[in-house]
């Protein structure tokens, strides 16, 4: 496969809870997520109960993508922070090195000038264990240390009680 | 590009329905939808132009069951088939896990069944991928219709290689859990072969 899978642990995945925890309080955000750049959620902190937090991981992860394509159309890399105003709320939306998009909800409680502030302190430390997160995946990877991973003992029984 | 989180024991998978306009991508999705129980699915997401060509993507996202304690969920997305659409397709296709190649069996179809064929393996090659490689499935589709094309011709020239395929109507839902069924096997095999 050309891209590693992401794979992801208890220990990084709290490390990522902390700090969207952080960052949702420090921002005075209404809700944050974390998606992967393949529209899979990854972490979400604040009042999620109303949203759908799957539908809405997709289409960002469509319009990050769409957003990328015009970029290379203009000779632009990318654009790393997109923003969307609407009447009560409005949506930051942010790349993370390269490779995950962090999405901050806020309403007039908070400020553009705020979230972007703390979003760039928190993407710093989020690049940072999710570079711990590639090298830790491939250093297991290349020591074969996954053996014990749920998948090496899928049966076709196991696959076919899911489409029952 | 699976996502794997023992965190939250959880898997995700992304499946791409890929195909020319109008051979039925959408009404794939749109019958798995329908014939899903509600808690195993999300909504579905149509982005789409007022005469329902998809404009950007359909996407479905399903969570069938566990397997081993680990919840698995499939990202089911249609590309937009038509060719000026070109751009939107390779973006959707970004981190795939398997693709299904939906086949208009018509007999005036089958031009533009090998020119979307051929747009996917050079859409693929360009993010590092070979479509022999990938979990892949054919579904000949619109079987009901007077004009198709025999299964033979239709298997010599899109599936030379002879690879898993599936007669279908999708508006019926003939065929359609067939396929998707293949297709996520097959996925979930790679699975166990990399991990
Ligand atoms: N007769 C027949 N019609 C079908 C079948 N499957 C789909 N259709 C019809 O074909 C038309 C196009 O189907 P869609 O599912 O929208 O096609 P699509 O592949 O998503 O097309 P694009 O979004 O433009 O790429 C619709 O009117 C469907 O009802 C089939 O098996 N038999
Ligand atoms: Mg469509």
Redesign the interface.
């Known amino acids: 496969?050309?891209?590693?899978?992401?794979?992801?642990?208890?220990e990084?995945?709290?490390r990522i809870d902390e700090e969207l925890q952080k960052l949702h309080q420090q921002a005075n955000a209404k809700v944050l997520f974390l998606v992967?750049?393949?529209?899979?959620l990854?972490a979400s902190a604040g009042d999620t109960h109303n949203i759908?937090t799957?539908?809405l991981a997709?289409?960002t992860a469509?319009n990050i993508?769409?957003t990328?394509?015009i970029a290379r159309l203009l000779g632009e890399r990318e654009f790393t922070i997109l923003f969307h105003e609407g009447e009560k709320d409005n949506i930051h939306i942010s790349l993370i090195g390269q490779r995950v998009i962090l999405v901050v909800i806020f309403d007039q409680r908070s400020s553009l000038g705020l979230v972007r502030l703390r979003v760039k302190k928190a993407s710093e430390a989020l690049t940072r264990i999710f570079d711990e997160i590639s090298s830790k995946a491939e250093k297991e990877k290349a020591e074969g240390r996954?053996?014990e991973?749920?998948?090496?003992?899928?049966s076709?029984e196991?696959?076919d009680?899911?489409?029952? | 590009?699976?996502?794997?989180?023992?965190?939250?024991r959880e898997?995700?998978c992304?499946i791409v329905y890929y195909g020319p306009g109008l051979c039925g991508k959408t009404t794939n999705l749109q019958y798995i939808y329908r014939k899903t129980n509600p808690d195993q699915k999300?909504?579905l997401?149509s982005?789409a132009t007022e005469t329902e060509r998809t404009l950007?993507?359909d996407?479905l996202?399903l969570a069938?069951?566990d397997?081993?304690?680990?919840r698995?969920r499939f990202?089911l997305y249609t590309v937009p088939g038509q060719v000026f659409y070109a751009?939107?397709r390779?973006?959707?296709l970004?981190?795939v896990d398997g693709v299904v190649f939906v086949a208009d069996s018509q007999i005036e179809r089958m031009e533009a069944n090998i020119e979307s064929l051929e747009d996917l393996k050079i859409n693929l090659a360009e993010?590092?991928?070979e479509l022999e490689k990938l979990p892949f499935t054919v579904q000949h589709n619109k079987r009901d219709l007077p004009n198709v094309a025999p299964l033979e011709e239709m298997n010599s020239i899109l599936n030379p290689n002879g690879i898993p395929f599936f007669e279908a109507v999708a508006m019926t839902g003939r065929g359609v859990?067939e396929t998707l069924?293949n297709v996520?096997?097959q996925v979930?095999?790679e699975?166990?072969k990399?991990?």
């Open positions: 496969m050309a891209e590693f899978d992401l794979v992801m642990y208890e990084e995945f709290t992967d750049k393949n529209g899979q990854i759908d799957t539908a997709s289409l469509g993508a769409a990328g394509g996954l053996e991973s749920p998948f090496a003992e899928i076709d196991d696959i009680n899911l489409f029952r | 590009m699976s996502f794997i989180n023992y965190s939250s898997i995700n992304k999300g909504k997401i982005l950007f993507f996407f996202p069938l069951g397997i081993r304690g680990f698995v990202h751009a939107s390779k973006l959707i970004k981190g993010q590092g991928y859990f069924k996520a096997k979930l095999l699975l166990k990399h991990y």
